[in-house]
């Protein structure tokens, strides 16, 4: 691969990218982990470089993998509250003085700093499936810079990244490696799909034996799964979908359960945004927990993963998060590096 090929690119959906390229952004970060554990600086990497961050939902880890990242890379990281600026907004969602169309805030930004991430699901889109993904390309459409997906409501690519890096650092590599991404309940139906969408991606991308399991209800876009089964056929992994928890965990390598909103929750196209209809499919499936009895089906070297913040007692029990398994501060730590890397690339 061409050395610049990364260069100007923007890191919207793992889907945009070919394996090889997912392999240069995975060997940058292990590279920029290692050196900052020696105490080697790479401050020279980014130097007066500028980061816009437009979050419209809360965050702790990403905010703070970004602004950290930025600043040990030379550059610095701008954070944008989309209700203390105009808001950004779509043509045809606009209110005067109140908003300002996407096409005229990617414009402006772009004549002051080098990139853009972006962070909207849920609320600000009224749900509807599909809506902040297809905002974040009208950034990128517009934009001269390059433009990040900080998650939006089908992909968390910086959260994939820093998971399959995870997998890699405690396995080794990919092959045979047992991942099963499984729904867990939350008391919350407002949880969007983009982190178990990007995990199966990345994991069918990378070779594993990718297993998804959900109560049924909980169903995940058909079109992350066709990828996941092109992906299985095309790197030598396997991808199928299980229905039963405790089948689906049986010898697992990686366990990785978390909440994901029903289809009910959604708005159309894809639902009819009925909120009592949504309570009940998850109200109704409150074993789907991640306890120590249900660890032990997996694997005895299995890993247990979570992208954070989790509901502590619903989605899993104090005992197994904070466990020997549970690799949930290295997968977090590791938002830093992979992050570091793509900004590396991209922005240079
Ligand atoms: N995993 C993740 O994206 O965390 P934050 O919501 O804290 O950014």
Not at 31 to 37: E, G, P, S, T
Request: charged share 25%; glycine share 6%; aromatic share 10%.
């Amino acid at each position: 691969m061409r050395t610049d090929k990364l260069r100007g690119r923007d890191f919207l959906c793992e889907l945009d990218f070919t394996r090889e390229e997912i392999d240069t952004i995975l060997d940058v970060a292990l590279d920029l982990k290692k050196r900052r554990a020696i105490g080697e600086a790479h401050n020279h990497i980014l130097p007066g470089k500028t980061l816009f961050m437009i979050f419209y939902n809360q965050s702790l880890r990403t905010r703070n993998s970004f602004e950290a990242g930025m600043t040990q890379l030379g550059g610095h990281a701008h954070y944008l509250d989309p209700s203390k600026i105009y808001t950004p907004a779509l043509e045809g969602r606009e209110k005067a003085y109140s908003t300002e169309r996407v096409s005229d805030v990617a414009r402006t930004l772009s004549r002051m700093g080098d990139a853009i991430a972006i962070r909207c699901y849920g609320d600000p889109v009224g749900w509807e499936y599909g809506g902040s993904h297809a905002m974040i390309r009208e950034f990128a459409k517009w934009a001269d810079i390059p433009v990040i997906n900080m998650e939006c409501d089908k992909y968390h690519p910086c959260q994939g990244m820093a998971d399959v890096m995870t997998v890699k650092e405690k396995f080794g590599g990919f092959k045979g490696v047992k991942f099963v991404m499984s729904w867990a309940y939350s008391p919350s139906i407002e949880k969007p799909r983009a982190v178990p969408q990007s995990a199966i991606l990345y994991a069918t991308l990378m070779g594993m034996e990718v297993t998804l399991a959900h109560p049924k209800g909980m169903e995940l876009d058909n079109e992350v799964l066709s990828a996941c089964k092109a992906n299985a056929k095309k790197y030598g992994g396997s991808f199928k979908v299980e229905n039963d928890f405790e089948t689906a965990l049986k010898g697992a390598h990686v366990v990785y359960p978390k909440a994901w909103t029903a289809i009910p929750a959604f708005a159309p196209p894809v639902g009819t945004r009925d909120e009592k209809k949504a309570q009940a499919i998850f109200d109704a499936n409150k074993s789907w927990l991640c306890d120590a009895k249900k660890m032990k089906l997996a694997d005895k070297d299995a890993i247990y993963m979570h992208c954070l913040p989790c509901d502590r007692g619903f989605e899993v029990t104090d005992e197994v998060i904070d466990g020997p398994q549970s690799v949930v501060f290295d997968e977090a730590e590791n938002r830093l590096h992979a992050q570091k890397a793509v900004m590396s690339l991209i922005m240079r």
